[in-house]
């Protein structure tokens, strides 16, 4: 299938949803947001068409930081509170990367 945007009409493999999940289930609790999330970006990825090694998930620590463990894309744990700070280092260094930020009420505010 041909991806808008791509030069000249080149095919490019689209990955579905679940192929960007990993191997590792979940442990949140039953009920818990976080698959949501977790759900919305594997289908965004695969909207957008994105290979993995093109992908970065950048995470604090805590329950919703799990979430780049849950995933097939380059994951990245840091320190309680800065995974905004490590996601923009990263995007600086490497433009041509997609780079998310995760993390939870802790992470984004009060760190």
Known sequence: MTIPGNAAGAETVRF???QYKSAIKPIWCPGCGDFAVLNAITKALSHL???HE???LITGIGCSSRIAAYTSVYGFHGVH???L???SGLKA???ELTV???GGDGDGLSI
């Open 93 to 95: 260094a490497r433009p």
């Open 49 to 51: 068409g994105l290979a």
């Open 100 to 102: 998310l930020a995760a």
């Open 16 to 18: 579905t949803p679940k």
């Open 81 to 83: 509170g800065r995974a």
């Open 85 to 87: 700070a490590l996601a």
């Open 54 to 56: 093109e992908v970065a």
